[in-house]
């Protein structure tokens, strides 16, 4: 029997409090929280916040009380300042995430509201749409009295979430790429009861059931995913969906994540093992937390090695979705595993089986990844090229491409690897040798002397084992490289000529930006390139945003997920 993990990548986790702000809501002290979380030894705690209401938009205790600044515009400002802080305080003890639950008023006004409140999570990890008043300006999660005024002005149960489906549908359409998750499904349960319509929709032909099989497909087709939420056990009236409804969502393949929506540090890390359970019984193995709006998987059960094979997979899904426009990045992947990653297959319905090659492929929008956690062994071909010892410092690989242009000498696949005693080594394959190999190595030995302590050409030579432990990225697109992943990599897609990779290097070189570990590929006339190096994010980035019209993709991949 499989265990069951007692703690949840959250993804709807703890409310982020007002602060300063005189309306009171969710906790207060956000420190408070991370404390809990790392005594409790949790590898990740995740933070949410409402975006502020229109003040037609209250709740009748608001209205009682004559509060106007709804849930703390400024608290709401300074949000992401605040998780900065945080992460700086507390980043090498816990991964910190943090989203928003963006609040649904209708297409009008309220979109625009939406919309200009959207800007405070551009950095954030996920975005929640979630519906939690109806238009005529009343809750669905507020008092009974408010929920009986609302089912009074509808005239009947099924009137009632009829209305609330077509918000959410609507909230949908509307809010298109600005959210990644569903909030709680069935919130109305919370006050009136779920008609037979509704607790049987599979079976039912009453059009609320076709209603809300429509809601589930949309929810499907946008790749959204659904919240788990657990403020309804905690509130008495059960977790947020029922289970029929999520064993629906199962067979759409709708990816689920899991949280507490908590708004107390009391409550902090309650019914974490028992949203896992309710998930399992519904079918699903696994669900997904998301970091920089990128969802990652995360396993139901407490078993290392399967934590390590999610590690790798959601490694390959951020290199992938990092490649591609925010737009491709909603498409979700298709997948291939082999060997120890078999078991998969299985899992993702459209996976494909790749034997004993024992690694994942994610492939969307003709890009693919093929990354795995077994180090390479290396081979005992006789191989021809150039082998290179020299000082591991910024500009010096750059400078053994430059030398090599000059010769018209085109790089064809390059190996490198840092000994972390600030040396390192490095083999080159050249295109063709074109007589020019015993010049470059001279002028080399001549400008650049300190550098270099050892470099030559040798055309029969057992290639050195360049590989240690660590998680690998085999190929892109299918071509072969092989790199070890470190903290910051560099992938490109260039033309193969001579010279284009010197863009690169010297690029990098200008700013003094480290490469520890580089590798290079071709495929027909299209060169790869992946390295794996050290630097400011701003800073490479906007070099790569330099390189020229060689380069058809560069990116700087940095990995966010645990
Ligand atoms: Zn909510
Ligand atoms: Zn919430």
Redesign the pocket.
Known sequence: MKKINDFIWETHGIHAGTEQDHVKHGIDRLEDIVDKAIKAKHPSITFIIHSPRLTSFRYIAERDTNVKFIRGNQSYLNYPKRIANLREKYGDRINIKYGV?LEWMGDDLGLQWSRSKIFQAEDADFVIG?V?FAPEGLPY?GSKEEASELLKIRGSLEAYWDGYFNEMIQMIECFGDMIQII??ID?PKLNVEMPEALLNFENSSHPLANKFRTLLEVIADRNLSLDVNMAGKFKGVGIYPIQNILRRANELQIPVCVGT?THHVRYYGLNFKEGLEYIYEAGYENYVSYSKLIPEKRTIFDDHDLKVKYTVLNKGIEMLNQRLTPKQRRIIPDFSFGGSYSEFVDIYKNATGMGDYNAIRIRKSDKSITISNETPIPSNDRVKGLFSEHLDEPGVISSLFNTLASEGINVETARLKSNNDGTAVAFLTLESENGNIKNAIEFINGTDVGLFSSLTYRDDAVLPNYYRDGVYLLEMDGVELKLALGKKVILTRHDNAPGVLLVLLSALASKNINIIDFRLGKKNKMGYSALAVEGDNNVINNLLSKLGPHYHEANLIEFHSM
């Open positions: 639950e979630s939690h999660d909030g709680h919130l929506d």
